[in-house]
């Protein structure tokens, strides 16, 4: 079995750069993603990579994926659960649906690929998973609710997995950046000109944090001096507090 780096929402933004990163490190990569021909692309660019256009938030997706590894002869020795999205706006006006398949795509696909990969690293005794979150996860969000409660479960969920696995050998990290500049501020309808255009590091750096704080088994990884002031500010003041200025906030 071939070991190879399975990075899913690796056709834009951070999973572009994770993808390349990867490669620097001499991984082989399994690029997972909707958009086959970004992935095909991106393949041929790294040229140790190989595409696997799928939807993560169809039920059975996840499953899916892991058939196609296995087809092919590959075994997953990193995990980065890079894919997922975010809506902005009021819960009680953005779209049911869509909402409840934010939930679904953030959470359930991640959590559904970190069950399937962890028994056999355990087995071996070694590998690694890397979850991407958010500075996010840190408060509640009023505007952008969902998206924010969805980041909570993934911080939570990876810190509990550190935990599990860490007497395996397999190591865990949960990334948690803050503004980034990728294509997810505008597909989040984030301003251009707001809080989260200004304070926006550049994906190279958030990428590199993510993967050294893997490499040393760090069960949190937030980029940038202050996002990590911010996230660690939110344990010291009132949660009405936290809430009221996460609020007001101009994205």
């Known amino acids: 079995m071939k070991p190879v780096a399975l990075v899913t929402g690796a056709s834009a933004g951070l999973g572009v750069e994770f993808a ?3 490669a620097a490190r001499g991984q082989r990569l399994v690029l997972a993603a909707r958009r086959r021909d970004r992935l095909e692309t991106l393949a041929a660019e790294l040229g ?12 059975g997706a996840a499953e899916a994926l892991m058939r196609d590894v296995e087809a092919a002869g590959e075994q997953v020795e990193t995990l980065v659960n890079n894919a997922g999205f975010g809506l902005r706006g009021r819960v009680a006006e953005l779209d049911a649906r ?3 398949d934010m939930i679904d ?3 359930g696909a991640l959590t559904e690929l970190c069950r ?4 056999a690293m355990i087995e071996r005794g070694h590998g690694a998973i890397l979850n991407v979150a958010s500075t996010a996860a840190f408060q509640p969000g009023p505007n952008i609710a969902v998206y ?7 911080l ?3 810190e509990a997995l550190h935990e599990e696995l860490k007497p395996h050998g397999v190591r865990v990290s949960c990334l948690c950046p803050g503004p980034t500049r990728t294509e997810f501020g505008q597909v ?10 200004r304070r926006a590091m550049e994906a190279a750096a958030v990428v590199g944090a993510g993967l050294d704080g893997l490499e040393r088994n760090r069960a949190i990884v937030i980029p940038g001096a202050i996002n990590k002031v911010g996230a660690q500010a939110t344990r010291f003041a009132p949660r009405s507090t936290v809430r009221r200025i996460a609020g007001a906030l101009k994205f």
């Open 20 to 22: 390349r990163q990867l």
């Open 188 to 197: 989040a309808g984030f301003s251009e000109d707001g809080a989260f255009d």
């Open 148 to 154: 924010f409660a969805t980041k909570a479960y993934v």
């Open 98 to 100: 869509r909402q409840r």
């Open 116 to 119: 399937a990969v962890a028994p």
């Open 48 to 59: 140790n990579a190989r595409a696997v256009g799928i939807d993560l938030a169809r039920p």
């Open 156 to 158: 939570s969920f990876s």
């Open 105 to 107: 795509f953030n959470c």
